[in-house]
């Protein structure tokens, strides 16, 4: 951030379009800093420390950073501050194989009761709730319409009932019980729900993969700090969804079974 003297800073994406700041290192930015322990005087211009800096460079992560900050040296906002060398906090990057809890526990430990450590999450609580709420919200809708197209199967269900009147007829006069005919029923219902089921994780996965390997769906450009739509395979979401189709296609499957059955069957009480 600093070269041959001269003070250079990376600004955020927002902070430049709002001041129309450019790259080309001709105009620099002057940045104004109340000081310290100073009272108001009527001479503004003794109630602030203000430094010079040039523009090298702009980020773009998401618009509330953007609109915030701008990222200069040490040296250049302790003095800027009169900071005496101080700092109100230290970002720490992780390897992506390491624990962020485990991490986050020892930190604390060391530095003990009189310091906030908090991750990624905690650091933007806001951003993440709404982010979960979104996709709480998302998956309620697609469990209502989960429900209501599991009326097919139902229909389904039944013209098989319609269908194979005759066969039922047979397997009773062979002897079968209405239980057993329930059951055979019932278990292709479950079939149709676990086929469905795994062939519905199976695609879902592979067009995860195939998002995040090659990134199909893409930001304008500059727009993010990321090119692709960020995509994450989740096992628990995929454990819940999968769990969610078995539970609405035994239900589905279990209806017409238990009630269209007493239609079609000789004996529904035995």
Not at 137 to 143: E, H, K, P, Q
Not at 152 to 167: A, H, P, Q, S, V
Request: net charge positive.
């Amino acid at each position: 951030f600093k070269k041959d003297g001269i003070n250079y800073a990376v600004i955020g994406r927002g902070i430049a379009y709002n001041l129309e700041i450019g790259l080309s290192f001709v105009e620099d930015i002057m940045i104004y800093a109340p000081k310290k322990g100073k009272q108001v005087s009527l001479n503004p211009t003794r109630n602030f420390n203000h430094n010079y800096i040039f523009p090298s460079a702009i980020f773009s992560v998401i618009e509330e950073i953007d609109s915030k900050y701008i990222l200069v040296s040490f040296e250049y906002a302790a003095n800027l501050f009169e900071t005496n060398g101080k700092v109100s906090s230290i970002e720490l990057g992780l390897s992506p194989s390491a624990n962020v809890n485990k991490v986050q526990k020892e930190i604390k430990n060391i530095l003990g009761e009189g310091f906030h450590v908090k991750n990624q999450q905690e650091q933007h609580d806001l951003i993440f709730k709404t982010m979960k709420s979104e996709k709480w919200s998302t998956f309620l809708i697609l469990f209502f319409i989960l429900v209501l197209s599991s009326g097919n199967m139902i229909g389904n269900l039944t013209m098989l009932f319609i269908d194979k009147k005759e066969d039922i007829l047979i397997l009773q006069s062979m002897g079968a019980t209405t239980r057993q005919l329930k059951r055979i029923f019932l278990f292709e219902g479950w079939l149709i729900s676990l086929l469905g089921a795994i062939i519905g994780t199976i695609l879902g996965i592979f067009v995860c993969w195939i998002q995040i390997k090659f990134e199909i769906i893409t930001f304008p450009e500059g727009s993010f700090a990321v090119s692709g739509y960020p995509v994450q395979i989740i096992y628990s979401d995929i454990i819940i969804a999968f769990a969610t189709v078995l539970l609405i296609g035994f239900v589905v499957s279990w209806y017409p079974v238990r009630f269209i059955s007493k239609k079609y069957l000789l004996n529904p009480s035995s």
